[in-house]
């Protein structure tokens, strides 16, 4: 059974900085594609980051570009974002998720197969 397990959510001030971690449980094929969604109140659930396994190919969305790192440790067993310079704007519910290799959508959250449980972000001005 696959499972993601994600931590290191939290409140901080803007300009601050926080890091999630989430490991993979039971994933056993060696290339995937892993990525970061956020979720805030009444908006549809956002793409933010995505790598891609064995290659360490990474993408971002315009809105966190430069403030956000997506990685993953020499296992590839747990995935982390790194956000910087947070903004109020950044609060939200954050989601790990886990997608075969291949896809024309990469960002689309039906590109996914497997979801961590989500953890909260709040940002204070």
């Known amino acids: 059974q696959v499972q993601l397990v994600e931590s290191g959510g939290g409140s901080v001030q803007a300009g601050g900085s926080l890091r999630l971690s989430c490991t993979v449980f039971?994933?056993?094929?060696?290339?995937?594609?892993m990525a970061w969604f956020r979720q805030a109140p009444g908006k549809e659930r956002e793409g933010l980051a995505i790598i891609w396994t064995g290659t360490g190919t990474t993408y971002y969305a315009d809105s966190v570009k430069g403030r956000f790192t997506i990685s993953q440790d020499n296992a590839e067993t747990t995935l982390y974002l790194q956000m910087n310079s947070l903004k109020p704007e950044d609060t939200a519910m954050y989601y790990c998720?886990?997608?075969?290799?291949?896809?024309?959508?990469?960002?689309?959250?039906?590109?996914?197969?497997?979801w961590g449980q989500g953890t909260q972000v709040t940002v204070s001005s």
């Open positions: 039971g994933y056993t094929y060696p290339s995937y594609r």
């Open positions: 998720a886990l997608g075969p290799w291949g896809s024309s959508r990469p960002m689309n959250v039906n590109e996914y197969n497997y």
